[in-house]
């Protein structure tokens, strides 16, 4: 999925924890009075799994983490990221400790129909055109996730903390760097003239470096944020993922840099402990006992072969000769583990990006004179990869495991394979509940009326016969709306753990951002069956993007002073780490447009 674009040097991002609106009862206050002046050092190990970290604790391989979150400290092992598990809008969910539907940062590419902000003053006076639709690569174009934040008037950690937050290259920043990092950059790569490459192939040691020498020595800051990204970088290069020991080397490296910073910052603070926080935006999936995820070519094999249309993605274009280029299907399967899918309203050549397209669209989409029209949602669900299937047996042969299509703004379609389903949200008493009703035979009229009839036999996510769904009769309980909180309690230890409100937060808007839904809502969108992935490369290792488990559960661990030792199994998000870095820096004035609070029963009594 991310990998570091150098633009200027890099890229940036930062991280999250996350409770729902519902949950925004006030945590118990600490019985002792808590360090009002305390430091934290947050190392931010992208994609890290916290099974990942239990195996190499064991064998010995991480003994600064073994000291501080095993030894004592606080570990959770139900800690959840954002869907798609990408690390842009992942970490924007920690940096903002808002939800994707209220901060607009949903993915790593930005696809836009039309315009939904006014024309710059000077592109207006220069008579600079801006051409419809459009698309933006975040990792690339780095500026951008932060300048999307300040359109929808987001305030971030850097905008609240001011000097007292300080990070290092991080995915999102209002900066493409901090400002000696380029000095770090230019000084440590082996070719200065090619510092711009380089630096992206060894962000890990530039970051490390740039902690030992900026950062410990930094009387102004409280908060520190430490970006550890070539542990993902490598495990899609590798079958192992982040099972493969040269993957692990990355992971060991990190654990060096953490105890010298930590140690630095003791020593420069008289000894005076700060907290120490280990957390990862997502997690990944494949790699595990040697199956890895096989690569399809969603845009090319399917779209561009199959269907014969002309695509384009966040990092490639692919048309067919003699035809208009203009006419195409948007893919941004960035996070190969799920693909957003953007297209004209009705047929391919229509040349109408007014909005998405409507479920009976969907499934006779046009492609053209002489073409015959196509059912997406029935084609792309059967595709069938058995011939080149490299785990018969072990790995279902379909690419494709589940599509979501948005059918308004209170109404989402799931469906997968025998299972289809209706996500419905309810406003009650001034909260969102949510409903989640198998379903079957749904269809749409002309005129947009939805028909369906209610079907418990199977559901898109199994949680009608998963064992690990934690509700005493699940047939009652889907029967039912619930809050976010609920949701996530009840799917903890499922296969698709806070699919039900993780989906609605990226297919919804808050009314403040309703105006973007139609520009920027996918047409459909679908993520990976495990073993599989939507790669433009050839490559097998390991993923993320989806909402499978492997994908969804990050990693989060606290020690610092009065932080208890032990492992708490509450289900928590990444907006719930927020709350809590405010709280353990004694920051209590900036939390308002917080979506949680901080996480309760972290302190010793």
């Known amino acids: 999925m991310k990998k570091i674009v150098p633009v200027v040097f890099l890229g940036v991002f930062f991280l999250t924890a996350v409770q729902s609106d519902a949950e925004l009862s006030a945590s118990a206050a600490p019985a002792k009075e808590l360090p009002t002046d305390a430091k934290v050092l947050v190392i931010f190990v992208d994609s890290l799994r916290p099974d990942v970290v239990d195996e190499m604790v064991a064998a010995g391989q ?7 979150f095993y030894d004592r400290g606080l570990r959770f092992p139900n800690f959840f990221s954002t869907f798609p598990s990408l690390t842009i809008n992942a970490f924007t969910c920690v940096l903002t400790g808002q939800w994707p539907d209220e901060s607009g940062l949903k993915a790593q590419s930005l696809f836009e129909r039309y315009p939904t902000h006014p024309k710059p003053l000077l592109k207006k006076m220069f008579f600079v055109p801006e051409d419809f639709p459009r698309h933006f690569n975040l990792l690339s174009k780095i500026d951008k996730a932060a300048e999307i ?11 609240t903390l001011g000097e007292k937050y300080h990070p290092s290259v991080v995915p999102v920043s209002p900066s493409v760097t901090p400002w000696a990092w380029p000095h770090v950059a230019a000084n440590e790569v082996d070719h200065p003239y090619r510092v711009s490459i380089e630096a992206a192939e060894h962000l890990d040691t530039l970051n490390g470096v740039y902690g030992l020498r900026y950062m410990v020595p930094d009387t102004r800051g409280r908060l520190f944020m430490i970006w550890f990204t070539e542990m993902d ?46 957390f990862s935006d997502h997690g990944s999936y494949g790699g595990r006992d040697g199956v890895y995820n096989q690569p399809y070519y969603l845009g090319r094999d399917f779209f561009y072969q199959t269907l014969k249309m002309n695509v384009q993605g966040p990092d ?45 669209e969907l499934r006779q989409y046009g492609r053209g004179p002489n073409r ?27 690419p494709v ?79 039912e709306s619930h809050n976010d909180k609920e949701w996530l309690e009840a799917t903890t230890a499922t296969d698709y753990p806070d699919a039900i409100s993780a989906l609605v937060h990226g297919l919804s808007w808050k009314t403040k951002l309703a105006r973007l839904a139609g520009s920027q809502d996918p047409d459909l969108w679908l993520t990976a069956t495990p073993g599989w992935n939507f790669r433009i490369e050839e490559l097998r290792g390991a993923d993320h993007g989806s909402l499978y488990k492997d994908s969804m559960r990050s990693t989060l661990m606290i020690s610092g002073p009065r932080i208890r030792s032990g492992v708490d199994p509450s289900p928590l998000r990444l907006i719930d780490l927020t709350p809590t870095l405010y709280q353990l820096i004694g920051e209590k004035d900036n939390k308002k447009a917080l979506s949680s609070v901080p996480i309760a029963g972290i302190y010793e009594d």
């Open 401 to 479: 495991d589940l599509i979501f299509v948005k059918l308004s703004e209170k109404v989402l379609y799931a469906v997968r394979r025998g299972a289809e389903a209706l996500i419905r949200i309810e406003d009650a008493d001034g909260l969102s509940l949510i409903r989640y009703t198998p379903v079957k035979n749904v269809s749409q009229t002309a005129e947009g009326q939805l028909t369906f009839e209610e079907d418990w036999t199977a559901d898109p996510f199994g949680y009608l016969r998963d064992p690990g769904f934690r509700a005493p009769n699940a047939r009652q309980f889907l029967g």
């Open 149 to 159: 934040l300040r359109q929808n008037r987001v305030k971030a950690l850097y905008d």
């Open 316 to 360: 490639y274009v692919m048309s067919h000769p003699g035809t208009d280029s203009g006419a195409f299907t948007y893919i941004d399967n960035m996070g190969r583990g799920q693909a957003r899918i953007f297209l004209p309203v009705g047929d391919l050549w229509s040349g109408n990006w007014e909005r998405p397209n409507t479920l009976r």
């Open 62 to 68: 991480l003994p600064f983490i073994k000291e501080h």
């Open 233 to 278: 970088v490598d495990q899609h290069k590798y079958k192992g993922g982040q099972f493969a020991p040269e993957v692990r080397q990355r992971m060991i490296a990190v654990d060096d840099w953490a105890r010298k910073i930590y140690d630095g910052l003791v020593k420069e603070d008289n000894g005076k402990l700060p907290y120490v926080v280990l």
């Open 372 to 398: 015959k029209s196509v059912d997406l949602l029935r084609d792309l669900l059967e595709i069938n990869l058995e011939a080149r299937n490299e785990f018969p047996g072990k790995i279902d042969p379909h």
